[in-house]
């Protein structure tokens, strides 16, 4: 069972973010794991990365989610 799911800020109308990220996950350190790849995607590829955080969603993360750096 998928528990936490990985979203970004800004993702939905950023036409440059990669769109093929895997965003439900069964830990929470997969749900980072796959936030790191993203992130390193976009530095990678010049792109800003400010104006995205990774939020977590799911068990332990808060009702507003768990921001992740």
Partial sequence: MKKFELVFV???TARYF???YRRLHATLESAKET???VMQKLQD???P???HQPIVYGPGCGRDGM???
């Fill in 10 to 12: 800004g993702a939905a």
């Fill in 18 to 20: 990669p769109k093929r």
């Fill in 35 to 37: 936030a790191d790849k």
């Fill in 45 to 47: 590829e010049g792109l």
């Fill in 49 to 51: 990365t400010a104006c």
């Fill in 67 to 69: 921001t992740l750096s």
